[in-house]
């Protein structure tokens, strides 16, 4: 199987929790991969985990074919890139500075203006695909959190990463912003880009994911198309089951 | 902010920055007394070590509290150089300030590399009690610096009136390259990286920012500045001891000016300088031999601090340009949300 | 060259030390630990106790260790004027950084209040017993060191307690641990900041009178003290009392065996070299919370 992602045996505990529990699974090159499940059930562990944000007790990331240490400046030289549920943008820079910064120009580059008429053709058109470009002046300190979400996404998509982590998109946004993230995540996967996806809005991942990941108590415990899993009486239970 | 509105702002901060150098280059023939050129030459010297913690404190967004100790080692390199030798005409000191400068801060930089693993308060820290250790070795080390006895320079042989013009003009000299390196610094994607390690470090490292190069270059570039100050100072007194040389109140007056002016700005360091370094210099002429010195010091630096957290450059910036209402409530939600860690 | 004997006297010396360096850097680390605060003013808090107590023994003809129980509440509530006065009107964005700044400021205020007051001559508390000192298996235990060690001790036992065992205590390791959620639990955060600058200001007035005791002083030697300080926290890891504990008697070991063994002068000189040694190889310190990482 071609999976550009493979995460194996992964656990971590928080105090006497495990958040992730010999968790497995793969996501496939060229995918909309949906990861959902309920409140705790460690998907946003299983991310800060992969992207490097959190070491964990045990377990292995491999991506593109080679074991990698989770640290986010590897992920990042290696292609992969994330985005946060709560946008997190460099405040006291414009919109597009941030854009730009999220390039990674090579260390030689260092002393080059901040944003030279290469890097703003292309940060400016692709914070006009965004809507972005009215603001690109701004500090990204002003801008409101759908904003900041959507330059949060342009900035990931900058540096022309293999595979992208995405934070709960439609957390927290208009159903219009949700609509242009949902058209970029398409329209990018188009070009080649991989995509996990961490949602909470079941009809956004529903239309957008496939396959689905159902992640419960620390582990996958349903991965399949869309239909077999909406069709899973594992998956109602767990979101249900709460409640009983 | 238009491109149009971007070059017509360039040219009149340009205008600005040409006048104050040429108001700095006439300011000796109007200065006459011995006393004022003094207070002239500290504030120079102010102006450049601000300007260089700005580097690493302001724009990295690492405040060191420690930059004292490089100036104190530039300040005993300089003396080490030149103690019991002819100077001639007296410039050799001059053009040693460079590459003492230069040679301080590649020295440092392992210590740095340490010191930068760790963030915000530990790093204060850490550089606070970097600079008592290196005084402590300056009392100590007594085969090397001369212990508490200190280290004489030798007194070149400038004119008596003009005595104090020389370095006026060296540390001018100083100052224009230490602002060139903070404009390279501000304009270029390394003022970029840099406030993107101080707005948010790890998400820095997630988009590829190199971390760690970045912040090393800018301390460097910041330790270079603040020793060579320090050789020049060495060469200003004459003598140079552990206690003064290697002194918390320099180490905290640089910070409070760059704070006082504004942080990661070009202005703001130069600022602060020239508002504090003059009152600092009158206050100990006013009060040095009282004792009440110290708590009159203290109680200008307490209003200051509190009146102007944000400092100068930046209050007057944000009057100017009052953004929407609501962006600061989305901001105090989000800071309250990563507080929660959800 | 140096026997055993002296490495094991200089080790019981150094513990004796740690102990009292232990109950200081207890007070910052906490007050690092409620309310985000690096205080630099905490020697000089020390010095401030060590002065009264100097007053209250030279002119009242108290004991020093009796001192502790006037300069206790004394300085409790300096620290709660402190953080009233000076912390509080920070904003929550700046206040990591400004404070270190104002703390300091506190300090040289202090500093000069002291120097006002006594001018810079050296002081000495003066106690009967102050040369005493027992043979334990061979080993010289001065007497000052030996109470000021079971006084800190005691302290620190007390200190846990309330912590551990009380409503404000909890309220504070709640605070500790994430101010949001001690908010909407209940806790007045402000009220416990002051409270905990309070306590961390008191453990000052126990070690000032002991400091008094053993080592002569003057307005400056805040310093020297506050170097000492910031060294222990940051090893022990910022906000953790443990480890506050373990690296303070760390730091009164090494430095004392380094004292003995090469010389006095590399004393602390070996101790920030283990603290960078510690720092490369974990940047938060021993015990200290993980630097901010995941969202």
């Known amino acids: ?65 080679r074991k990698v240490r989770p640290e986010p400046a590897k992920m990042c030289r290696a292609g992969l890139v994330r985005t946060f549920q709560h946008p997190r943008v460099f405040g006291t820079l414009t919109a597009l500075e941030n854009v730009v910064v999220a390039a990674a120009p090579p260390w030689w580059a260092t002393l080059t203006p901040r944003v030279r008429r290469r890097d703003r053709d292309r940060a400016l058109a692709l914070m006009e695909e965004f809507g972005l470009a009215g603001v690109a002046h701004q500090p990204a300190g002003q801008l409101s959190h759908g904003q900041r979400k959507l330059l949060a996404f342009a900035a990931a998509l900058m540096s022309e990463p293999r595979m992208v982590l995405l934070d709960e998109p439609s957390a927290g946004v208009s159903p219009a912003v949700a609509e242009v993230m949902e058209r970029h995540i398409k329209s990018s996967h188009a070009a080649g880009v991989t995509f996990l996806v961490v949602e909470h809005n079941l009809s956004f991942v529903m239309r957008l994911c ?35 | 902010m238009s491109a149009r509105g971007g070059a017509l702002r360039r040219a009149r901060s340009g205008g600005l920055w040409a ?16 006393w004022l050129l003094n207070i002239a030459v500290f504030t120079l010297m102010f102006a450049v070590l601000a300007t260089a913690w700005n580097l690493v404190g302001g724009y990295a967004g690492y405040p060191s509290l420690g930059h004292g100790a490089l100036f104190g080692i530039g300040a005993y390199a300089e003396a080490l150089l030149f103690a019991g030798r002819d100077v001639g005409a007296g410039y050799g000191p001059f053009l040693a300030a460079a590459p003492i400068g230069v040679a301080v801060a590649l020295a440092a930089l392992p210590v740095a590399w340490i ?30 610096t001369g212990g508490a006895q200190g280290i004489a320079l030798p007194v ?99 910070v409070l000016m760059t704070y006082l002016g504004g942080r990661a700005t070009l202005w703001g360091p130069v600022l602060g300088a020239f508002l504090l370094a003059p009152a600092q210099q009158l206050l100990a002429y006013q009060f040095g031999s009282s004792r009440l010195y110290l708590v009159a010091y203290a109680a200008v630096f307490l209003v200051v601090i509190l009146a102007l957290p944000r400092g100068i450059v930046p209050t007057l910036a944000a009057a100017r340009q009052p953004g929407p209402a609501y962006h600061v409530s989305v901001d105090r939600v989000r800071a309250r949300r990563e507080r929660i860690g959800s | 060259m140096h026997s055993a004997h002296a490495i094991v006297q200089a080790v019981i010396l150094g513990v004796l030390t740690g102990g009292v360096y232990a109950l200081m850097a207890s007070g910052q680390t906490l007050i690092f630990g409620v309310m985000r605060v690096v205080n630099l003013a905490q020697g000089a808090l020390v010095l401030l106790a060590a002065y009264v107590a100097y007053s209250l023994t030279g002119g009242l003809g108290v004991d020093p260790f009796l001192a502790i129980g006037i300069t206790t509440p004394l300085m409790f509530g300096f620290g709660v004027a402190i953080q009233l006065l000076f912390v509080r009107p920070l904003g929550a964005g700046d206040r990591a950084e400004l404070s270190l700044l104002v703390t300091f ?69 709640a605070t500790v641990q994430n101010p949001t959620s001690a908010r909407l639990l209940g806790v007045d955060v402000d009220r416990i900041g002051a409270v ?29 003290l506050i170097a000492r300080l910031l060294t222990i926290v940051v090893l022990g890891g910022l906000g953790s009392i443990g480890g506050a504990i373990v690296a303070a008697a760390g730091m009164g070991v090494i430095s004392s065996v380094v004292a003995v063994t090469v010389s006095p002068v590399w004393a602390d000189f070996a101790f920030f070299v283990v603290l960078l040694a510690v720092l490369l190889l974990r940047p938060r310190g021993l015990f200290g919370p993980a630097l901010r990482g995941a969202a």
């Not at chain 2, 006048?19 to 011995?34: D, I, K, S, T």
């Not at chain 2, 101080?198 to 603040?226: I, N, P, Q």
Request: aromatic share 12%; glycine share 10%; charged share 15%.
């Open chain 2, 156 to 254: 070149p042989p400038f004119a008596e009136r003009t005595f104090e013009w020389p370095y006026y003009y060296a540390l001018l000299a100083l100052l224009a390259v230490a602002l060139g390196a903070a404009f390279a610094v501000d304009r270029t994607k390394l003022g970029s990286a840099l406030l993107a390690i101080r707005a948010d470090e790890d998400k820095a490292r997630g988009v590829g920012v190199h971390v760690t190069f970045v912040k090393l270059l800018a301390f460097g570039l910041s330790a270079a500045f603040t020793a060579a100050a320090g050789a020049i100072w060495a060469y200003y007194v004459s003598f140079v001891y552990p206690q003064f040389a290697i002194d918390p109140f320099i180490a905290i007056a640089m």
């Open chain 1, 210 to 244: 496939d396959p689905l990941i159902v992640m419960a108590r620390g582990r996958p415990i349903v991965i399949g198309p869309p239909a077999v899993v909406q069709a899973d009486p594992g998956v109602l239970d767990t979101y249900l089951g709460a409640w009983r």
């Open chain 3, 196 to 224: 905990g600058f309070g306590l961390g200001a008191a453990t000052a007035a126990a070690a000032g009178s002991v400091f008094g005791l053993v080592y002569p002083f003057n307005p400056s030697s805040h310093y020297e």
């Open chain 2, 19 to 34: 006048g104050f150098f040429a108001a700095l280059l006439a300011l000796p023939v109007v200065l006459n007394a011995h």
């Open chain 2, 115 to 144: 010191a930068m693993r760790t963030r915000a308060e530990v790093f204060a820290i850490v550089t606070i009690t970097l600079l008592f250790i290196t005084q402590a070795l300056a009392f100590n080390l007594r085969g090397l």
């Open chain 3, 105 to 173: 400021a506190v300090a040289l205020g202090i500093e000069g209040l002291l120097t006002v007051l006594y001018n810079t001559t050296y002081r000495s508390i003066e106690a009967p017993y102050a040369d005493a000192s027992w043979s334990v298996l061979g080993f010289q235990v001065p007497a000052v060191r030996a109470y000021a060690f079971a006084l800190s001790v005691v302290l620190l036992a007390a200190l846990i307690a309330l912590l551990r065992g009380t409503r404000v205590g909890r309220a504070i390791r």
């Open chain 1, 1 to 65: 199987m071609n999976n550009l992602l493979e995460v194996v045996g992964l656990t971590k505990r928080y105090g006497g929790i495990a958040a992730l529990d010999d968790c497995r699974f793969g996501v496939a090159e060229g995918s909309i991969t949906g990861l959902i499940g309920p409140n705790g059930s460690g998907k946003t562990t299983a991310f800060n985990v992969i992207s490097g944000y959190v070491r964990p007790d045990a377990g292995s990331v491999r991506f593109a074919g």
